[in-house]
């Protein structure tokens, strides 16, 4: 989703919340009235860098994201088939550093609370070929990680809330939600499901997976299920 912070730059605008008690959160979405906007979705994401990481030293991203709905808790997709399964969508996303948008209504660097990036998507048609093109561009696919992802939206008498995303994650280093809109309907929600602007995690799943395996003593890898 993007949240146009000025003309013509489109930002993503967000924060992470890590929820320690699922089933006790969607009640605390449910309470609140927030509903599922949509199924539950597998993503399996592959981000792609120079081999000497340019595009993340510089705070980049490229990634090309597979998404096919998931029938029920437990189910996934390996992300190896090079078949296109039924409501199966391709996305490649690409991120600039958060520092970029530090512009408008969005806070400065010094106060950023929120995550704040320039993003611009697209779906793809054939994601195989594109993956070929990168590599023969001499980049490479060096983190894969998967997650399911239910996403959330408030009812519509709630204007504060009409440009909110709310993303409910199961990931394999645990369960997050993701608030994406306006600055002040992020804190606006957060505040509702109970958390407070210090609860905000601003790191993307790469780093926090990181951080993971770091107290786990584990060698990174891949972050999937």
């Not at 013509?8 to 509903?35: H, N, S, T, Y």
């Not at 995303?165 to 957060?190: K, N, S």
Request: with cysteine.
């Amino acid at each position: 989703m993007e949240w146009y912070a000025g003309e013509d730059m489109a930002a993503e605008i967000e924060i992470k919340l890590r929820i320690a008690e699922p089933k006790r959160f969607l009640k605390a979405l449910a309470k609140v009235g927030a509903k599922a906007a949509s199924g539950r979705v597998h993503e399996m994401n592959l981000i792609f860098d120079t081999p000497d990481g340019g595009l993340a030293k510089h705070g980049q991203l490229l990634r090309i994201r597979t998404e096919t709905p998931a029938a029920g808790k437990g189910t996934k997709n390996s992300g190896k088939s090079k078949a296109k399964a039924d409501g199966e969508r391709y996305l490649l996303t690409f991120k600039s550093p958060p520092e970029q948008m530090a512009i408008g209504p969005v806070a400065p660097v010094g106060d950023r609370r929120h995550k704040v990036r320039e993003e611009l998507e697209t779906v793809l048609v054939d994601a195989e070929m594109v993956k070929r093109i990168f590599e023969g561009l001499g980049l490479r696919g060096w983190f894969r990680y998967e997650k399911y992802r239910t996403p959330y939206k408030f009812a519509a008498r709630e204007k504060w809330a009409k440009d909110l995303v709310i993303d409910y994650d199961e990931t394999p280093i645990g369960t997050y939600v993701e608030l994406e809109g306006p600055p002040d309907a992020i804190d606006e929600a957060a505040r509702r499901l109970g958390y407070g602007t210090r609860e905000f995690i601003t790191k993307n799943y790469l780093l926090l997976y990181l951080e993971d395996c770091k107290r786990r003593g584990v060698t990174p890898a891949n972050m999937l299920f």
